[in-house]
């Protein structure tokens, strides 16, 4: 685990994005992550809903920590600098 990327315990639903956003840090930088339903779905094979959707989270955020992690040490931000998974 990179000492450099630390991640809050906070996570919401987004409307707009019809996605769960979740905040990293890296250098004082506050990154969103934003996860899918549909990558929500596969990890851990259910149907989610905006209704589910947080509860499912809780049940993989450390799988989901892991996957943005790497996308941030890999530079993977979408052009509004955001960690998109899924």
């Given at each position: 685990m990179n000492q450099n990327i630390?991640?809050?315990?906070?996570?919401?639903?987004?409307?707009?994005?019809?996605?769960?956003?979740?905040q990293a840090q890296q250098a004082g930088q506050?990154?969103?992550?934003?996860?899918?339903?549909?990558?929500?779905?596969?990890?851990?094979?259910?149907?989610?809903?905006k209704e589910n959707a947080l509860t499912v989270f809780e049940r993989i955020r450390f799988d989901l920590e892991d996957m943005a992690e790497k996308a941030i040490e890999e530079e993977e931000f979408s052009p509004t600098g955001d960690i998109v998974l899924g």
């Open positions: 630390l991640f809050s315990d906070s996570s919401e639903w987004d409307d707009s994005r019809q996605a769960v956003v979740f506050l990154i969103d992550c934003v996860v899918s339903l549909s990558l929500l779905s596969k990890l851990d094979d259910i149907k989610v809903s």
